[in-house]
Each structure stands twice: as structure tokens, then as C-alpha cells.
């Protein structure tokens, strides 16, 4: 019911930024929380950054805070993600997650309800 798609990936050299954005679209879904996660190939998929859609609240994963900050666009149901001092770590895919109901797991937990085909991130040093 609800397409995700990302852009604004990229190569970037280390302590360089980029913005990742996320729209969704379509019809007959709500909207809990929307936000970010990475997966390298082999590895676990990490949260990255959240927002939760009735007040706006933010969470983000310790590996970026400090460096990640997210927001949102309730005219369109869009969120982005400026990356700032980006470190060859970083490299991942970046996936936008959109969950539509409360989870007793939690906002970081990866059981969302619709995931976009992910942004590639690329950091050099």
C-alpha cells in the first residue's frame, strides 16, 4: 500500500556530507514512525535514525549520533537524512522504513511494514 523511495546516495570522501531523502507514496496506510537503516553485505541491519510521526520525536543509533540528523515532511510523507563528518564505516546501503502501528519491540527494531529498494552510501579516505 505505500512505496518508498530513496535518492541522494553517493560517493563521498571521508568528513564530507550527503542528505538522503525518502518518499512515500500511495494509498490506506498510516504512519507510526519512519526512518533509516544500513546494511553492508554479511552483516546484521542497523537502525540509523527515526522519527515518530504524531509529535516529531527523534532517535537516533549510537554509531552516527552527533553526525546523523533526521526530519520529516508531513505535507508529502517524506523524511531525509543530513549525514555530516561521514567516516569509511559508514558504508552501506541505506534503507527508508516506514512503520505504520506501535510495536511492543520497539522504534529500532527492523519489523517495519514497507521498505524501500535502498541508497547506496559510499565513503572513501
Known amino acids: 500500500q505505500a512505496q518508498l523511495v530513496e535518492s541522494g546516495g553517493g560517493l563521498v570522501q571521508a568528513g564530507g556530507s550527503l542528505r538522503l531523502s525518502c518518499v512515500a507514496s500511495?494509498?490506506?496506510?498510516?504512519?507510526?514512525?519512519m526512518g533509516w537503516f544500513r546494511q553492508a553485505p554479511g552483516k546484521e541491519r542497523e537502525f540509523v535514525a527515526g522519527?515518530?510521526?504524531?509529535?516529531?520525536?527523534?532517535f537516533t543509533g549510537d554509531s552516527v549520533r552527533g553526525r546523523f540528523t533526521i526530519s520529516r515532511d508531513n505535507a508529502k510523507i517524506a523524511v531525509y537524512l543530513q549525514m555530516n563528518n561521514l567516516k569509511p564505516e559508514d558504508t552501506d546501503v541505506y534503507y527508508c522504513?516506514?512503520?505504520?502501528?506501535?510495536?511492543?519491540?520497539?522504534?529500532?527494531?527492523?519489523?517495519?511494514?514497507?521498505w524501500g529498494k535502498g541508497a547506496q552510501v559510499t565513503v572513501s579516505s
Open positions: 522504513a516506514l512503520r505504520q502501528y506501535y510495536r511492543l519491540t520497539g522504534y529500532s527494531t527492523p519489523d517495519h511494514d514497507f
Open positions: 500511495g494509498d490506506g496506510f498510516s504512519t507510526d514512525t
Open positions: 522519527i515518530r510521526w504524531s509529535d516529531g520525536m527523534t
